[in-house]
């Protein structure tokens, strides 16, 4: 049975740090692309970054150059570095494993930006 984890979120005022963790089980780690989304109230869920297989990085550009994704294959990991973070950045986080058609969720972390 596949499962992902996140941990992570919480309140953080504006221009403060946090990192999400997704833990992953059930799937072999090293072969699937993983990704962040996001999906603030009344809006769709979007691609904030993902990190493939063989390393390649990508961001939504509303978060270049704030948001760092890595992972680490032998603990099954996928982690977001968010710094300099905004109002805007608030929103329920979900941490995706994917391979060809396969796709796979958390349960997502809530992630508030707000004085």
């Known amino acids: 049975q596949v499962q992902l984890v996140e941990s992570g979120g919480g309140l953080v005022q504006p221009g403060g740090s946090l990192r999400l963790s997704c833990a992953a089980s059930?799937?072999?780690?090293?072969?699937?692309?993983m990704s962040w989304y996001r999906q603030a109230p009344g809006k769709q869920r979007e691609l904030v970054a993902t990190i493939t297989s063989k390393l390649n990085t990508n961001y939504v550009d509303s978060v270049k150059g704030r948001f760092t994704i890595s992972r680490d294959n032998a603990k099954k990991l996928v982690y977001l570095q968010m710094n300099s973070l905004k109002p805007e950045d608030t929103a329920v986080y979900y941490c995706n494993a994917g391979y060809y058609d396969r796709n796979h969720w958390g349960q997502g972390t809530q992630v508030t930006v707000s004085s």
């Open positions: 059930g799937i072999i780690f090293s072969i699937w692309d």
